[in-house]
């Protein structure tokens, strides 16, 4: 069953026309990837799904019922999350206050424990580190500390933008193994990303964005030994 469908989704911004018309979907329990060089609008999709930024035309369906014209800060109750490019952490906050503040939508004592477990299950370096300045942290700790933040909210579908940026080598394994472990405890996962050798290694579907268009799709595998794709972005 598709969890969310994006159909005929167009952005501009001003004369310029970002997204030209994609269409695609993620079924529950997947994890899909949108892949593609740098300029290739994966970022303005996934914002423009969020309502981050305006659409110029299209419809995006999560869950059966129709949310384009939702509100960003709406769509967290709804079920979906995003981890944006960047972290976009809260850099004076403490780690826990940042953690906290994924949950400001619910309001249960014991659901709160009871995520808060599960985030620290995934991210323990964060538990030992619960009052530290979220500012000091290494790249990769506060890729953990956004991924924990959305995670809080107890999202069905979670929105990945870039995650690797600017990380270490282990710090991407890291990184991919926790995505993996997230997607198996239940929740379906959208992962912009420009490793695509990584992103396709964990993907049940992927898609190729070239200036604004769904050029191929297929699952993880296929595009993996997809030899344009190989040629394009694999460095083969």
């Given at each position: 069953?598709?969890?969310?469908?994006?159909?005929?989704?167009?952005?501009?911004?001003?004369?310029?026309?970002?997204?030209?018309?994609?269409?695609?979907?993620?079924?529950?329990?997947?994890?899909?990837?949108?892949?593609?060089?740098?300029?290739?609008?994966?970022?303005?999709?996934?914002?423009?799904?969020?309502?981050?930024?305006?659409?110029?035309?299209?419809?995006?369906?999560?869950?059966?019922?129709?949310?384009?014209?939702?509100?960003?800060?709406?769509?967290?109750?709804?079920?979906?999350?995003?981890?944006?490019?960047?972290?976009?952490?809260?850099?004076?906050?403490?780690?826990?206050?940042?953690?906290?503040?994924?949950?400001?939508?619910?309001?249960?004592?014991?659901?709160?424990?009871?995520?808060?477990?599960?985030?620290?299950?995934?991210?323990?370096?964060?538990?030992?580190?619960?009052?530290?300045?979220?500012?000091?942290?290494?790249?990769?700790?506060?890729?953990?500390?956004?991924?924990?933040?959305?995670?809080?909210?107890?999202?069905?579908?979670?929105?990945?933008?870039?995650?690797?940026?600017?990380?270490?080598?282990?710090?991407?394994?890291?990184?991919?193994?926790?995505?993996?472990?997230?997607?198996?405890?239940?929740?379906?996962?959208?992962?912009?990303?420009?490793?695509?050798?990584?992103?396709?290694?964990?993907s049940k579907r992927a898609y190729v964005l070239e200036t604004g268009r769904v050029t191929k799709e297929g699952s993880g595998v296929e595009l993996l030994n997809d030899e344009?794709?190989?040629?394009?972005?694999?460095?083969?």
């Amino acid at each position: 069953m598709a969890l969310l469908e994006v159909n005929d989704l167009k952005v501009n911004y001003g004369l310029i026309k970002a997204i030209k018309g994609i269409s695609f979907h993620v079924d529950e329990g997947e994890i899909v990837s949108l892949i593609g060089a740098n300029g290739a609008s994966k970022s303005t999709c996934l914002n423009a799904i969020c309502g981050i930024i305006p659409k110029a035309s299209g419809k995006v369906v999560f869950e059966g019922k129709d949310i384009t014209a939702i509100p960003a800060h709406k769509l967290v109750p709804v079920g979906m999350a995003m981890v944006p490019e960047g972290r976009r952490i809260f850099q004076e906050l403490t780690v826990f206050e940042n953690i906290e503040l994924g949950f400001y939508t619910r309001n249960d004592k014991k659901e709160f424990d009871e995520l808060l477990e599960k985030v620290y299950g995934y991210f323990p370096r964060l538990k030992e580190r619960s009052k530290q300045i979220a500012g000091t942290l290494s790249g990769g700790e506060q890729q953990m500390l956004a991924m924990s933040r959305a995670l809080m909210s107890k999202p069905k579908l979670l929105l990945l933008d870039e995650p690797s940026m600017g990380l270490s080598p282990i710090f991407v394994n890291i990184i991919f193994d926790i995505i993996k472990e997230v997607n198996k405890s239940g929740t379906t996962i959208l992962l912009v990303e420009q490793n695509a050798k990584k992103a396709l290694s964990i993907s049940k579907r992927a898609y190729v964005l070239e200036t604004g268009r769904v050029t191929k799709e297929g699952s993880g595998v296929e595009l993996l030994n997809d030899e344009a794709v190989k040629k394009a972005y694999l460095g083969g």
